[in-house]
């Protein structure tokens, strides 16, 4: 069975901060994606990594795939309080399975 | 707005109840899907559809049946649900490639369960 961590569980940081949450696994996905969910709505899709090593840059967001294509990270500079919500990847296996992680609850405080 | 819609936002059903959800995806995708989001929990798989076909069922209680009639809607018929069924059930589309690969899943707003 495939399993995607994610960490920090919770992060609750001051306005203008910098940050970076992570996503591992020990399996290899063809692809992976970022989504933000807000409270009482469904997760958005922010970005999709697919060549190990890639990095997309999402305005203050910076999305990187690892080398081996197990794990990835995001980071945000200059967080705002709109930053705020449920951060959660999702890892696909060329087909065969479609795996979320638990998430990482942000908070940037005003 | 994502292009997938559902109705209705919020339920609340009696255990002997029989209720519907819907989801509609304007998107042109070719594969659906129902995930369960309970609290403190991972998003569930519930079922997936490509080209109208069910593909994918997670072991999910007979309780629960889908429906899709055709590729751009999905239903999710409930039955007799339980107090621990109570969720967000999410609907999502993606566009199907060659050799199934499924990839960018775009969800709707969720349908919020309450079962008492």
């Known amino acids: 069975t495939q399993l995607l961590e994610q960490s920090p569980q919770f992060l609750s940081i001051q306005e203008g901060e910098n940050l970076t949450v992570y996503c591992n696994s020990s399996s290899v996905f063809s692809s992976l994606q970022w989504y933000r969910q807000e409270p009482g709505e469904g997760p958005v899709l922010l970005v999709t990594v697919v060549t190990g090593g890639e990095v997309k840059k999402l305005k203050r967001l910076t999305f990187q795939f690892g080398d081996a294509r197990k794990d990835s990270s995001l980071h945000i500079t200059a967080a705002q309080p709109g930053d705020t919500g449920l951060y959660l990847c999702?890892?696909?296996?060329?087909?065969?399975?479609?795996?979320f992680g638990p998430g990482t609850r942000l908070s940037v405080l005003p | 707005e994502t292009g997938v819609t559902q109705t209705p936002r919020h339920l609340v059903m009696g255990m002997t109840n029989k209720k519907s959800l819907k989801c509609e995806q304007h998107?042109?995708?070719?594969?659906m899907y129902w995930y369960k989001q309970s609290a403190k929990k991972p998003l569930e798989l519930m079922f997936v559809?490509?080209?109208?076909?069910?593909?994918e069922n997670n072991s999910v209680p007979s309780r629960f049946s889908p429906e899709c009639p055709n590729s751009s809607h999905l239903f999710l018929h409930l039955h007799t649900l339980q107090p621990e069924d109570s969720a967000l059930y999410l609907c999502?589309?993606?566009?199907?490639?060659?050799?199934?690969?499924?990839?960018?899943?775009?969800f709707g707003p969720g349908t919020r369960l309450t079962v008492l």
């Open positions: 559809y490509s080209l109208e076909e069910r593909v």
């Open positions: 999702a890892g696909e296996d060329y087909g065969q399975n479609f795996v």
């Open positions: 999502a589309s993606s566009q199907v490639w060659a050799g199934g690969v499924y990839n960018e899943q775009f």
């Open positions: 998107l042109g995708h070719n594969a």
